[in-house]
């Protein structure tokens, strides 16, 4: 049998039992305006019904759906998965979604465009829908671009947006890379498992070339209990997390960032401030115990 040709895209969806929320993911995919995509289902060592979710979706679609799994069964983590999906695409452009997230159908053919008229861009990434009416509860929202949308910008502006996280910046549901930027990069970092685990590959993304920011809205970003996000969260995780991938940065793209002294000092910046605030924590984490005892 002869080899179907490679798609314009490879969609890659991480999965960890997410039988609650796999199936919308999926179908955000068959529902896109382009059919020109294949869709990799990657399975992070699931113990629910989300695995024979995915084998039956890879069995229904064989010419466009795939299952992987690591080796054993085993749990290696998101970042880890997300390399897994991107050693076996096929297409010219990847685009990750989350299982608990869902695609907006003219996603793919609006940001193929998009990249096919713009080659000096690695990566397009525009507005995400932080999803909260999901389940007929609270109100949805956008974070702000915080740049000009509709348009390419160079390093390091929006690396720098990144480091400051206040406003909106690439989203793994949302942007649309090229392979060979992922490529070029190395990829994931497969040490980092949880909360803010993209945020090192985006830097290193953001400073490899121009990206463009667009204004339309492509995907939506679920919030719900049992989220990476909401149970960092709640364990009061994410300044420690955020500070690790802060500290990352620093000590592994000092030579991109040679090029780049006023984003070496906002990051700089950024570290400082995280560490104040971890002061603070602690502060209050004492006076709490003194008040119990």
């Not at 609650?20 to 995919?29: G, R």
């Not at 992987?68 to 050693?87: I, K, T």
């Not at 690396?159 to 990829?187: D, H, W, Y």
């Amino acid at each position: 049998m002869a080899a179907l040709p490679a798609p314009a895209v490879t969609a890659i969806t991480i999965f960890l039992n997410e039988e609650n929320f796999l199936v919308e993911a999926v179908e955000s995919v068959l529902a896109q305006s382009s059919a020109d995509w294949e869709l990799l289902l990657v399975d992070d060592g699931s113990g629910d019904g989300s695995t024979e979710i995915a084998r039956s979706y890879a069995e229904r679609h064989p010419d466009r759906i795939r299952r992987l799994e690591h080796p054993g069964h085993a749990n290696r983590g998101m970042s880890a998965s997300r390399n897994l999906g991107v050693s076996q695409a096929r297409g010219r452009y990847v685009g990750f979604l989350d299982a608990d997230d869902v695609w907006l159908p003219g996603k793919l053919t609006e940001q193929c465009a998009i990249l096919d008229a713009r080659p000096d861009c690695g990566m397009v990434y525009g507005r995400t829908l932080i999803w909260r009416s999901w389940n007929g509860g609270g109100e949805d929202f956008t974070y702000p671009l915080g740049v000009e949308s509709d348009t390419a910008h160079r390093p390091p502006r929006l690396f720098e947006l990144l480091v400051e996280n206040k406003a909106q910046s690439p989203t793994t549901c949302n942007a649309l890379m090229r392979r060979s930027l992922i490529e070029q990069v190395g990829g994931f970092e497969a040490d980092f498992r949880g909360m803010f685990e993209d945020q090192a590959f985006f830097a290193k993304a953001l400073l490899a070339g121009p990206a463009y920011v667009d204004g339309r809205l492509w995907a939506k970003y679920r919030q719900h209990a049992a989220s990476c996000s909401a149970l960092s969260e709640r364990a009061g995780l994410d300044r420690r997390a955020r500070a690790r991938v802060l500290r990352w940065i620093r000590r592994n793209l000092r030579r991109e960032l040679d090029a780049y002294p006023d984003a070496r000092a906002q990051l700089v910046r950024e570290l400082r401030r995280n560490a104040v605030l971890g002061l603070r924590e602690t502060a209050k984490r004492l006076l709490r115990r003194r008040v119990a005892a």
